[in-house]
């Protein structure tokens, strides 16, 4: 693979040479395909037994309800009627966790701040049994329409999407819970195949937008209410460092990130979720945070 020098050098002066291998192997790693059921129209029942009659061969991932489908390609499951159904969504494992971490619960009023292309939107109403009320938010008008799309064929209730930049959100809004899935480098998710698009530029960028967001984000919710910082970025000035010169500027505290589920992880600032790319997962960052 052809990795930036540039973010060869961040990653040995962030985590050591032994760290930053383990990072760089993953890159190299081949992930399978992953989908998950959508417990809003289907169940893993349905899905397994589907899957078996077509003579597709699935194995569990870590994260529940969630499959490798090994021999397959992207565009194959795409041609499943139980995609085609909105029962099956593509996504890889990684951004599956911040949902999971955020614990959605009955009547709670969510904004989910970067929402398309929803799949983090439909497994919150999922994980809330369609009983959370959540506030997608898109700037662009067609990744919104994108996400309408995907939040309807997967019968996700109890949602508005705003076609609106998150950032000029009327603060007289107040949020239970918000998911902060922030634009960044993607430093996580470099592929044998994909185009390497990272940059130092775009880590500069990235770091700028996101602690606005945060900023923005940390405004909006409820005192003594929580919300989760993500990002698919390895890099610590996207994560450590949005979180600790952010943070220090109010009353908030970083809450141990319980997963109901083991993932690997890297050795990240304490109470906080780093997981490094391998043969199963991209390289993800997330942060549970509460404002006191």
Known sequence: MNVPEFLIKCLNAQYGEEESNKILTGYAMRRPVTFRVNLLKSSKDEVE???ATLGINIKSAPVPCAYFAENLREREIA?????KEGKIYLQSLSSML???LLAPQRDENILDMTAAPGG?????????????????CEKDKIRAERLKYNLAKLSVPRTSVLVQDALSLDEFYRFDKILLDAPCSGSGTLTPDGEIKISEKLVENSVKLQEKLLRKSLKLLKKGSVMVYSTCSVLKEENEGVLEKVLKEGDFELLPPEMPFSVPRLKSLK????VPPDGQFEGFFCALIKKN
Do not use: I, V
């Open 49 to 51: 037994r589907q899957c």
């Open 79 to 83: 041609e499943m009627p139980l995609y």
């Open 98 to 100: 911040p949902p999971y």
């Open 120 to 136: 983090k939107t439909s497994l919150l109403s999922a994980l809330s049994g369609g009983e959370a009320f959540l506030t997608a």
């Open 271 to 274: 109470n906080t979720l780093l």
